[in-house]
């Protein structure tokens, strides 16, 4: 293990090792055994490398929404051909809660994420008696508080065994100049894989299996902090259906060119995903001959895709990126530190990347008034306060 270590530039990880008692000895050489050495150094140089490969970005089309999509997406819910997943495992460094962010209660109206999220799935069942399947993604950290937080909450009212959690993979955490930070004297700080890691997942975890077996034909893959985010989603299966989409995503309007949001293009051809960072202010600022934004096509996180492309994409690798967050770690003198900036990259695949690995995707215009209210940040943009005020201002004239 030493050499290993030393191999790599981790010795550090040994400090205290020798002030350690046998269990903890054995946790740190279990948490040490388990890193892909090798695939961090990759991921921590590739990032530092910032000379990114080639690659041609180019726009992409969306579509109008036809009032025939609804009832198309309707007749497969009631069929049985549609199920949830929802990704509940960041860690929810801007917002600074602490515990799971479904867990977070969004003021005056009273309710957590989670339950807004199933207002939403409630939504459904009265529309067509069909009680879908929901699958939420946690971390290891917050696993068995989002599954509390359920129990106490009585699942929300919503069929118990139709709710299954699972738990995302993890990656250590690198301090910025590479070294894997420590969490305790014996154990690794880690951190969960980012949402792309959820390919692989459903299929190890049987999870893919059994959406076969249910016979479930369109899966919507969405986020839990968005207090907006409508998952009784029947015009966008519509959409894919009668377009013949395997994969299929509703998109806003930039709010404004320098908005921080990823946008939907090609890269080489393919449709993907580049992020707010990636784009020169010059495409911020491309206009068509209407004078509207070329990269306009905002990525929210609404996502449903065919059980095809779920099954086409679980094996194939997608791109880590390194996320610059706060994380609070144990330095070498044995203090806990909880870092005013930002102070260490966490790796992180993301789901968007299974794109390009699909021949038909579709983009479906949607209204940001009628779908976009995030939870980032503790205060200012994207904060409890601006979400608090979108979900209001909707559900202020909104009979369902
Ligand atoms: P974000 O990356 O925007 O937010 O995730 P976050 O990780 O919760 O918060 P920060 O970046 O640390 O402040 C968007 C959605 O994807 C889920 C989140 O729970 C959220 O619903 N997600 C993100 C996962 O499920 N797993 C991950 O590893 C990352």
Redesign the pocket.
């Known amino acids: 293990m030493k050499e290993i270590l030393e191999k790599y530039h981790q010795s550090h990880l040994l400090t205290f090792y020798k002030e350690l008692n046998n269990q903890e000895k054995d946790q740190l050489e279990r948490e040490i055994s388990q890193i892909d050495f090798e695939q961090i150094n990759k991921l921590y140089q590739n990032n530092n490398n910032q000379n990114k490969e080639n690659q041609e970005i180019t726009p992409i089309q969306s579509y109008k929404s036809l009032p025939e999509y609804e009832d198309l997406g309707k007749e497969s819910v009631i069929n049985g051909e549609y199920a949830l997943i929802?990704?509940?495992?960041?860690?929810?460094?801007?917002?600074g809660f602490s515990g799971?962010?479904?867990c977070f209660v969004l003021p005056i109206v009273n309710k957590s994420l989670f339950e807004i999220q199933c207002d939403s799935l409630k939504k459904i069942s009265k529309k067509t008696n069909v009680y879908i399947n929901w699958y939420i993604?946690?971390?290891k950290d917050n696993y068995q508080a989002s599954v509390d937080f359920f129990i106490k909450n009585n699942y929300f009212d919503y069929p118990q065994d139709k709710i299954k959690f699972f738990v995302?993979d993890e990656l250590p955490i690198v301090d910025l100049q590479g070294k894997i930070l420590l969490d305790k004297k014996y154990s690794i700080c880690m951190?969960?894989?980012?949402?792309g890691?959820?390919f692989s997942f459903l299929e190890r975890e049987g999870i893919l299996e059994e959406l076969k077996i249910k016979q479930i034909k369109w899966i919507f893959i969405?986020?839990?902090?968005?207090v907006l985010l409508p998952v009784d989603q029947f015009d966008l299966i519509g959409f894919a259906i009668k377009n013949n989409f395997l994969a299929v995503s509703k998109t806003i309007d930039k709010a404004y060119p320098q908005e921080k949001v990823g946008v939907f293009c090609k890269k080489n051809n393919r449709i993907n995903v580049i992020e707010y960072f990636e784009m020169t202010e010059e495409m911020n600022n491309q206009v068509d001959e209407q004078g509207k934004l070329i990269y306009k096509d905002a990525h929210i996180?609404c996502n449903l895709f065919n059980i095809e492309v779920l099954e086409q994409v679980k094996n194939k690798p997608l791109n880590y990126r390194a996320?610059l967050?706060k994380v609070n770690y144990l330095d070498l003198e044995g203090n806990y530190q909880i870092p005013e900036k930002e102070n260490a990259y966490?790796f992180?695949s993301f789901?968007f990347d299974a794109f390009s690995y699909v021949d038909n995707v579709g983009l479906l215009e949607a209204k940001r008034e009628e779908i976009f209210a995030?939870i980032?940040?503790k205060e200012g943009v994207d904060s409890p306060e601006t979400a608090l005020n979108l979900y209001l201002n909707y559900h202020k004239n909104k009979v369902d």
């Open positions: 929802t990704m509940a495992g960041g860690q929810g460094t801007r917002l799971p962010k479904g993604m946690t971390s995302q951190g969960p894989n980012g949402h890691g959820i969405g986020g839990i902090d968005n996180l996320a967050k966490k992180e789901l995030p980032k940040n």
